[in-house]
């Protein structure tokens, strides 16, 4: 069960605007190649990222028990599901729900969407109660409703967050910090959203695309996210930045290799 502190805050979709990659100076050709080769969106380092975002919002690593799950947290963002926290008050569930339903017409959760118009902007259920979380449950069971889920999640959040993370020029744990962001914060236009969090870390550094040190950029980086979190009181605890991100960072850790030790909201969490 989440606790109001672990949930993920949404705001309506918007693009991350594109920025001029670079890569940063490597000590030799190997080097080079292998953190060329090696982003976020390495399978490896992936399945890293579910399983360390999956400990923040659902307190597991097993990020694929997640596709099931439904629950009003009492946040004010109505029900947040599924691996990611899509939320019904938000936009970002009703668009996985259209897309399923595009993809499997006739399903479960279709004949829902009108009531999701209707609800999108508010914490209210109307027109989901009493059957919504059960056939959530149910379409959970279907593996196109699970593949919609990671298409969205990809699409919203991780790819996004991927690209601006290379083009600034950060290796995996930057463009980890900046998906983390975006599960959170969104990026919509409010101080909060990744894009300003950025854009604050950027008034006090440079990242290394345009010629400034990787730890001193993502220090910033965790800084301005902090702050965010902070802003709101279902992010006051900052254990997923400061126990687990931070603790990253401090070690030089900026591929996110094994093994991984952390903690969120007090639990302990080990990758081999």
């Given amino acids: 069960m989440k606790h109001p502190a672990r949930t993920s805050r949404r705001t309506l979709l918007a693009l991350i605007g594109a920025s001029l990659a670079a890569v ?18 390495d399978p490896a380092k992936k399945e890293i990222a579910m399983k360390l975002v999956s400990s923040a919002e659902n307190s597991s690593l097993d990020w694929k028990a997640q596709y099931k799950y439904i629950e009003d947290i009492g946040d004010g963002r109505g029900y947040t599901a599924g691996i990611i926290g899509f939320c019904s008050g938000t936009g970002d569930m009703l668009d996985l729900v259209e897309l399923y339903a595009d993809r499997r017409p006739g399903n479960v959760l279709a ?5 999701l118009r209707r609800v999108n902007g508010t914490d209210s259920h109307d027109g989901l109660d009493p059957h919504y979380p059960g056939d959530w449950v149910r379409a959970a069971r279907d593996e196109a409703f699970r593949r919609a889920q990671n298409d969205e999640r990809d699409r919203v959040y991780f790819n996004p967050a991927v690209r601006q993370g290379k083009a600034d020029g950060l290796r995996v744990l930057g463009q980890f910090a900046y998906y983390d962001a975006l599960v959170m914060h969104g990026d919509g236009t409010d101080p909060t959203g990744f894009r300003n969090i950025r854009r604050r870390a950027l008034g006090r550094a440079r990242p290394p695309a345009q010629g400034g040190d990787e730890v001193t950029y993502l220090d910033a980086f965790l800084d301005a996210r902090v702050w965010a979190m902070e802003q709101e009181e279902a992010h006051s605890d900052t254990s997923r930045v400061d126990t687990a991100q931070r603790v990253f960072l401090r070690d030089g850790n900026l591929d996110l ?8 909201y007090g639990d302990s969490y080990h990758l081999d």
């Fill in 111 to 115: 004949p829902y969407l009108p009531a």
């Fill in 257 to 264: 290799d094994t093994p991984l030790d952390w903690k969120v």
């Fill in 24 to 41: 940063p100076l490597l000590d030799s050709p190997r080097a080079a190649a292998r953190h060329v080769a090696v982003g976020l969106d």
